[in-house]
């Protein structure tokens, strides 16, 4: 601990007796310094011990010293040494009454102890704890590197709690709490992740503090320091304790940080070495080799190559930005502020990377991930939370598109085509699979198409592809014509005929006229296009024509 002035009066080389202020002697003491100024405010910084021996005041004037003692307790002084046998034999009344009514300590000071010894016991006491404190943080840093060592970030958190008298979080490049100590610790610390994702927005490394007496957040003092090299912050570490730092504490947890940041920091050449790997890997699966590629995947892995598997394939598109409106009931995040929220710089690849990575990370499951020139192909565990987390970023984009559109400008955001599940024989065909949806999500201007969607659905929805619909228009265009100039109804005879299957008066029921009217009609409708309605190729390019310009007409 720092020296108070309790410390101070049980010296025993000091001798010194205290007047007034008995109850606010645990204050600590930063310095001791004398000043015989009648207004020595202007050189205080606080926490100090003043001593004086009162040469230039008029220490009996009751409202000299009320105003003098008020000034020193206003400017932080936490306590007045008078020495008495100099000036005063002994500290006049007016000064004891003024210092008692301000609460401030008075500490009388004999002729025998010269303010040079008080300094000195001030200043040995200050290096003495100081040196505990880098003592103490020294221990504190071989404890939490043991941790590390043997626990991991989990044993370290713990560690670093228990010596902070606090707790400790830990959040990945996502911003979601990936580990916490105590338990209790992972509710505290996901109420915070607002003020996490604003910290990641600032290039690494970075801090800040949440919460605090005297804020609405009153429960604790949270410091909040991003961990990382570069310009994207990899992971964000929370401790939370009742008050400030000290300074063995702050020893902890800057230790912790550079731990933490060597456990989440891989080296660039690793880094580059796993994605080779991984992209063999992936070459080995789609060239139908998948025990070669076991053998080259090793544990890197894990059962990620024994177990139904989802191919997922991304692209970037460039869509119109979205402005929320302002009366919008909450707000949706854009894939550019997504992205950034990764930390990727706008890259929405990158983030979806990040997002997919650490999800499967929070849930022990293996992932991998092959940058393929533009496009990005995860291989990830069937009903895992790689793939949910893939899902639920489509998602936020998709809800963003429910804003305003503005023509100021486009950015770019990720369109996903995911495979069915399958196992590694396969992977080939769960490929194509995912290029598949892949493109229909492009021309239906999704984020996130599933194969099985496609498979299970109905190929009605592929007629808004802008081809098909010049296609059909360009096919029925002389019918909605004919129709125009009130000579007939050709368009909707054609359609009640073909829906009937070319039963004639199940048709003609329906138009509510003669078969032989319809019989007619339809005749005009093969002179029109020039097609016979026997043709079953005809029928059917005429019956998605109609789907495709419904809406339309």
Known sequence: MPPTLA??????????TVRAGEDRLDVPVRWAHVSELADPVPYMEGGELLLITALKLDAEDPEAMRRYVKRLAGAGVVGLGFAVGVNYEEIPTALVDAARDEGLPLLEVPRRTPFLAISKAVSAAIAADQYRSVTAGFAAQRELTRQALTDGPEGLLAALASQLDGWA??????GAVA???????????ARITADVERLRDRPAPASSVVGGPGTPDDDDRVELHSLGTGRRPRATLAVGTASALGTAQRYAVQSAIALLTLTSERSRS????EQRIGASVLRMLLAGEPEHARTVAGDLYGGLLDAPFRVLVAETVAVPSVRIPVAAPARVPSAAALAAAAGTNGDPLGALTDIVESAAARSGEAV???PEGERLVVLAADGGAAVAACGEYATALEAARTGERTNAGHEDEPVVGVSAPVGPIAAAAAYKQAEQALSVARRRGRLCVEHEQLASGSV?????????KAFAGGLLGPLYEHDATGRGDLVA?????????????????????????????????????????????????????LKATSAEH
């Open 460 to 468: 009605l929805p592929l007629l808004a592809d802008d081809a098909v």
């Open 7 to 16: 410390s101070l009066v049980q010296h025993s080389a000091l001798k010194l």
């Open 270 to 273: 690793l880094h580059a070495a």
């Open 493 to 545: 005879s054609l359609r009640a005929w073909l829906s009937r299957h070319g039963q004639w008066d199940a048709a003609a029921a329906d138009l509510g006229v003669h078969r032989h009217t319809l019989r007619y009609r339809m005749r005009r409708v093969e002179e029109i296009l020039g097609r016979s309605l026997d043709d079953p190729d005809a029928r059917m390019e005429l019956w998605l024509a």
């Open 368 to 370: 991998l991930v092959v």
């Open 179 to 189: 580990a916490a100590a105590p338990e209790w610790a992972v509710r505290r610390a």
């Open 169 to 174: 979080a830990l959040y990945d490049a996502s």
